[in-house]
């Protein structure tokens, strides 16, 4: 198995631009969450979906931030516009729920994000 | 609020000796944490996890103990090893995981 997917691996662009991050779960995965990475807070949750459906977006920061989820195979977190403190780290991760939520969820490698 | 807290942002341990990592956290409904490792360019991967109804559990060379009473996790590792420096994050899970901001763990060889 390829592992969890995620495109672009670098993106650098300019305050007040669109950005889209892009995520492939793992084919049979039900779960899939988008999460920040920062050196303050840490890998915060931003939100994540069930069969497609979002489920939880209590993290999104604000609403220049949206995500999708179009099919099983397919996500995508969006920034509109864009702001320097969105700069971070943005990982896809995605989990086949066996029992527990403690399911084991599994990474991305993460897009790098910054923002000048 | 931070509900889940690595208070070290770094440790650096000698090969072979015990690397001891440490998490708390405040919501007591929490009823399922794990121990996720990070090296860099690449996403977390799952270490090891432990039920609340559980105070032990054993992967190897890994342990994690649960103080419930405390509100406190720690990771064990013996013998340390150079490929054990990364970044770990401990999780604490009631639906959803809350990540703490990690600890950067260094084995020095």
């Known amino acids: 198995d390829a592992g969890v997917i995620q495109s672009p691996r670098h993106e650098v662009t300019e305050m007040g631009q669109e950005v889209t991050l892009r995520c492939k779960p793992i084919?049979?995965?039900?779960?899939l969450f988008w999460y920040r990475q920062t050196m303050m807070r840490g890998l915060e949750l931003l939100i994540y979906?069930?069969?497609?459906?979002?489920?939880?977006d209590s993290g999104m920061p604000e609403d220049r931030f949206s995500a999708k989820m179009p099919n099983a195979s397919f996500s995508t977190l969006k920034i509109q516009p864009s702001e320097p403190r969105d700069s971070a780290v943005y990982f896809c991760?995605?989990?086949?729920?066996?029992?527990?939520?403690?399911?084991?969820?599994?990474f991305g490698p993460g897009t790098r994000l910054t923002v000048l | 609020d931070q509900q889940v807290k690595q208070n070290s942002p770094s440790l650096s341990v000698q090969e072979g000796r015990i690397s001891i990592l440490n998490c708390d956290y405040t919501?007591?409904?929490?009823?399922?944490f794990l121990w996720y490792k990070k090296y860099p360019a690449e996403g977390p991967t799952f270490l090891i996890s432990?039920?609340?109804?559980?105070d032990k559990n054993e992967d190897g060379r890994f342990t994690v103990f649960l103080n419930k009473s405390a509100k406190h996790l720690s990771l064990h590792i013996v013998p340390s090893q150079p490929g054990d420096s990364a970044v770990y994050f401990c999780?604490?899970?009631?639906?959803?995981?809350?990540f703490g901001t990690g600890t950067r763990l260094t084995i020095i060889p």
């Open positions: 432990i039920s609340s109804i559980k």
């Open positions: 991760a995605s989990m086949r729920r066996e029992g527990a939520l403690g399911d084991t969820q599994y």
């Open positions: 919501n007591s409904m929490f009823d399922y």
């Open positions: 979906f069930n069969n497609n459906v979002p489920i939880d």
């Open positions: 999780a604490a899970s009631v639906e959803k995981l809350t």
């Open positions: 084919s049979g995965h039900d779960y």
